[in-house]
């Protein structure tokens, strides 16, 4: 079964610093890749999916992901975070064939510092 | 974009009682949905997964019997945790699918203490 790994649970970085939060992915076969951004005490929001095409996705809050194939990757990068974008970040993969199995990683917790 | 809600947003109930818990699909219908629970600082959990009209889909470890889904029509589904206890205390997620595989989308979640 696929999963994910989250490398870093936390991530503290200043206000208008760039920020990249790093998911490893494992699965034999093909996949979609998700970014989901949780407030607290909130449910899930979609920041960007990778389904096919273009390995560069770009999502809502200035963020963007790379489909990175040959290291199993999919990196959320932003080149410059607010107060605002402090929360948990959730990379999720299902595999294409199977939609109804989503595994979500650890999370990473971004923390933006004036 | 799509919406999901979930009533109550939080509950505090007694040991030994039972709670319901609703997710509805605003927009759009929902084929499918899902079930997550997730604890504190940790990531979420699929308990299960369930079709319109048919009996949902448990995943390893979770009882079937404490945890009772119910996905009545395409825009409803409940979860009663029946004989609460405080190790049910937790954080529960629903999310909602259409017809299209990829475009799941979460609810706001509920809290759930049971003293």
């Known amino acids: 079964a696929q999963s994910v790994t989250q490398l870093d649970s936390q991530v503290p970085v200043f206000e208008e610093a760039p920020v990249e939060l790093r998911c490893n992915y494992s699965s034999s076969v093909s996949v979609y890749l998700f970014w989901y951004v949780q407030y607290p005490n909130q449910g899930l929001q979609l920041l960007l999916k990778?389904?096919?095409?273009?390995?560069l996705v770009k999502g809502i809050n200035g963020f963007e992901a790379e489909f990175n194939k040959s290291q199993t990757s999919f990196h959320l990068r932003k080149p410059s975070v607010h107060i605002s974008d402090t929360a948990e970040y959730f990379c999720?993969?299902?595999?294409?064939?199977?939609?109804?199995?989503?595994?979500f990683g650890a999370g990473t917790r971004l923390t933006v510092k004036p | 974009g799509a919406v999901v809600s979930q009533h109550p947003s939080w509950v505090i109930c007694k040991s030994g009682t039972s709670v319901k818990i609703e997710c509805r699909s605003l927009?759009?219908?929902?084929?499918?949905m899902f079930w997550y629970r997730q604890f504190p600082k940790q990531s979420l959990m699929l308990m299960a997964t369930s079709n319109e009209g048919s009996k949902a889909t448990y995943e390893q470890g979770v009882e079937k019997d404490k945890f009772l889904i119910n996905h009545a029509s395409l825009t409803l589904s409940t979860l009663t945790v029946t004989s609460a206890h405080p190790e049910d205390s937790s954080f529960y997620i629903c999310?909602?699918?259409?017809?299209?595989?990829?475009?799941?989308?979460f609810g706001p979640g509920t809290r759930l203490t049971v003293t």
């Open positions: 999310s909602a699918r259409d017809r299209l595989p990829t475009k799941q989308y």
């Open positions: 990778y389904l096919s095409g273009s390995t």
């Open positions: 999720a993969v299902t595999e294409t064939h199977n939609n109804n199995d989503m595994r």
């Open positions: 927009d759009f219908q929902a084929t499918t």
